[in-house]
């Protein structure tokens, strides 16, 4: 996974500490169908997920993301939920906690396939057949495939 660049000029100043950084998370449906990925660091699936860049609307974020990781075209539908995830701790010591804006995107056009490195596979899976993933981001998938009006928040504290 290529870090952007505004991540790597904080991590000059302020070493392996603590960052918060905004995350966009697209859970993109296609009639009865949602688009997943297999993540080439860890081999999990997810929904498309990525770095909001300083200044990039959230939305935005989600359509982009979706559209480089994927190959599809995808229109952002509502928000869905904001969550703080659990502290990621990369190899290198560095942390992270992202705060997730969770979109649902509806498909427009284009067939899924790798098409930046950062997955290994990318799908779609029917809604009642999606591929075991971390509870955390089954949280968030629920919630993009949800008919709430509302986004879903927490106000608990995160893990």
């Keep these: 996974m290529a870090t952007p660049d505004f991540v ?14 905004p995350g966009a998370i697209a859970v993109v449906c296609k009639d009865d169908l949602v688009l997943m990925v297999r993540r080439s660091d860890t081999g999990a699936w997810t929904p498309v997920t990525g770095i909001i860049d300083p ?43 992202f705060v997730d804006l969770t979109f649902r995107l509806a498909w427009v056009s284009g067939e899924p396939y790798p098409a930046d490195g950062e ?21 968030r998938v629920d919630a993009g495939l949800s008919d709430e009006v509302s986004a879903r928040f927490k106000t608990s504290p995160p893990d």
């Design 8 to 21: 790597l000029a904080l991590r000059a100043k302020i070493g392996t500490d603590p960052l918060w950084l």
């Design 55 to 97: 200044g990039e609307q959230p939305a935005a974020a989600a359509v982009r993301e979706t559209l480089e990781e994927t190959g599809v075209v995808a229109d952002p539908i509502r928000l869905a939920s904001v969550d703080v995830s659990g502290e990621v701790v990369y190899p290198n010591g560095d942390r992270t906690r």
């Design 119 to 139: 997955n290994t596979e990318a799908r779609w899976f029917p809604r009642d057949a999606l591929p075991e993933m971390t509870a955390e981001m089954r949280t």
